[in-house]
């Protein structure tokens, strides 16, 4: 297997050494359990891959397993949160209490206006969903509809086809009988049966029958013409090895080329007796193979259309979901730190500005991440939910990808930054749109040039009156800072940091959580504030300014 994509090709071999036992089967076991099992694969299956220096190096189990979260948990955070990375066991909610869809419906949707997810009650019985989700349509619809739509006429036509098609094989005398026989009968039959199968279904089916369907269906019902009729061949070429070993024998024992002849004759005889039986066996079975063919025409649009309805179902769900986790950087820029996980991550945010910024409650988060026993308001009966629909090992990568992101670029004053960390906090359904610094950097210069030298008296001050990153703030707070005017008053850098955020600058939050990530951004996330000084609570409170 050779793959660019290392997250993909990596996750392919972790799935399949852990799909090898029953105790790790379908995301199963421990981390330990799984690593264990990648690490004896890799004794027999070794994985190459390109390190930090462009060595082709083999990988070790760690590695299998944790360069795609890797890979992942960035991904997630340049899309800001809003990667389906970050979703799992999305076909639960098909067997989901009406608590769960409610909640799910009360998120906004990233992309399409809010409708209804389309999942109630009887959702999965019309779907054909089985308990882990998956599509599976009924023997005895598929034998209605198969009858239904291609019923006596179309099946009677092409079993007088085969019969056609297989006398004409018979009668035709090729140099290599057993190797050309075989061939041309898997093509011709499996051509007769697929072609008129298909046109029928598609004039029924129409536009929910797509090319790419087509194809998959005629290769289907190909490959199981092929399998039928290598059965039957395998009889007949058991019996005609029979034969030959007979023939061999006899001739061992033969007195003379008269006997000899005799003996080659009889056993041709055999062979073509065998070889007719094989014809008729065929024959035999064409109403079966042209049935079952049927069924698996409509088994597999009905499965594909049942599965279109699904995705597009899942599709919605996700973007409710997307709604949710666009909120995540902001709850982190608020009150994240390095030990934040999906476990803690409800204890950390207050329950108020949990429920305005995302639309539900702490409660009904916890029932979205941990499941539990809802009880039904008609009936009063309990219904459990498992939940779990957030991947917590990409959930938590993440968390900690972003947070030293936000470490890194935490020092407003470093001019060689490229980027912000706001570039990565995607705009809220609320009134957190947040100003870009390109935008910012032209506001404060059109204010200098209005003003001009507005930032080289100590006694100016200036107030953003809806703040939302804090950014027109830092921005200032950096053009007073190094104001050679400024310089003179305060030599002192301490000292005049601390004048400017005492006496200079000002700002109104309209929310809580907006008056989190400014207050944050403008001061630091750790008590640093910008160019390495270490401004702590006690130092400011005796200019006093209160975090």
Do not use: W
């Amino acid at each position: 297997m050779f793959d660019f994509d290392p997250a993909r090709s990596l996750t392919v071999f972790e799935e399949y050494a852990n799909d090898l036992y029953s105790g790790t089967t379908c995301g199963g076991g421990d981390t330990d359990s799984r690593k264990q099992n990648v690490r004896r694969l890799l004794n027999f299956f070794p994985v190459i891959g390109e390190d930090e220096n462009g060595e082709m190096v083999e990988l070790d189990a760690e590695q299998v397993l944790s360069i795609p979260r890797k890979i992942h948990s960035r991904e997630v955070v340049r899309r800001g949160f809003m990667c389906d990375f970050l979703f799992q066991n999305i076909s639960n909610i098909f067997h989901a209490p009406a608590e769960v869809i409610e909640t799910l419906q009360q998120l906004e949707p990233y992309k399409a206006p809010r409708e209804d997810l389309g999942v109630k009650a009887g959702t999965a019985d019309e779907l054909n969903l089985g308990e882990n989700g998956e599509v599976s349509i009924p023997d005895e619809q598929v034998i209605g509809k198969s009858k239904d739509l291609f019923g006596d006429k179309v099946y009677g036509n092409i079993n007088n086809e085969l019969n056609s098609v297989i006398d004409s094989l018979v009668s035709e005398k090729p140099e290599n009988p057993d190797e050309d026989f075989l061939a041309d009968l898997q093509k011709a039959v499996g051509v007769s049966v697929a072609e008129p199968l298909v046109e029928a279904a598609k004039q029924n089916y129409g536009s929910d029958m797509k090319a790419s369907q087509q194809k998959k269906v005629e290769r289907k019902i190909k490959a199981d013409v092929n399998n039928r009729i290598n059965r039957e061949y395998g009889d007949y070429n058991i019996e005609k090895n029979r034969i030959e070993r007979d023939r061999a024998q006899a001739l061992e024992n033969a007195k003379s080329q008269a006997e000899e002849e005799q003996i080659n004759q009889a056993h041709d005889e055999r062979i073509e007796t065998a070889r007719l039986t094989l014809i008729d066996n065929l024959k035999q079975s064409r109403s079966e193979m042209v049935q079952s063919a049927g069924e698996t025409v409509v088994r597999e649009i009905e499965t594909a259309k049942k599965e279109a309805q699904k995705n597009s179902i899942e599709n919605g769900i996700r973007d409710h979901l997307r709604g949710f986790s666009r909120t995540i950087p902001s709850f982190l820029m608020a009150y994240g730190d390095e030990n934040t996980t999906l476990e803690s991550f409800d204890s950390i945010i207050p329950d108020y500005v949990f429920k305005d910024v995302t639309s539900i409650t702490v409660d009904q988060f916890r029932l979205l991440r941990d499941g539990g026993d809802v009880t039904d308001p008609e009936t009063g009966e309990k219904e459990h939910f498992d939940g779990h629909l957030f991947d917590s090992v990409v959930f938590n990568d993440s968390i900690v990808e972003f947070i030293h992101l936000r470490s890194r670029l935490a020092d407003y004053f470093d001019e060689s930054h490229k980027e912000d960390i706001f570039d990565y906090v995607p705009p809220q359904k609320t009134n957190q749109i947040f100003t870009p610094r390109k935008v910012v950097v032209k506001m404060i210069d059109m204010l200098e040039q209005e003003n001009p030298g507005c930032f080289d008296d100590p006694t100016h001050t200036f107030a953003d009156l809806y703040m939302k990153s804090g950014m027109y703030i830092t921005e200032i707070i950096k053009r007073l800072y190094n104001s050679k005017a400024m310089r003179r008053y305060f030599p002192d850098d301490h000292i005049r940091l601390a004048h400017i955020l005492e006496h200079q600058v000002y700002g109104i939050a309209p929310t809580e959580i907006i008056y989190q990530i400014a207050t944050h951004y403008i001061l630091g996330y750790d008590n640093e504030l910008g160019k390495g000084l270490q401004i702590t609570p006690e130092f400011l409170r005796t200019f006093g300014f209160r975090p």
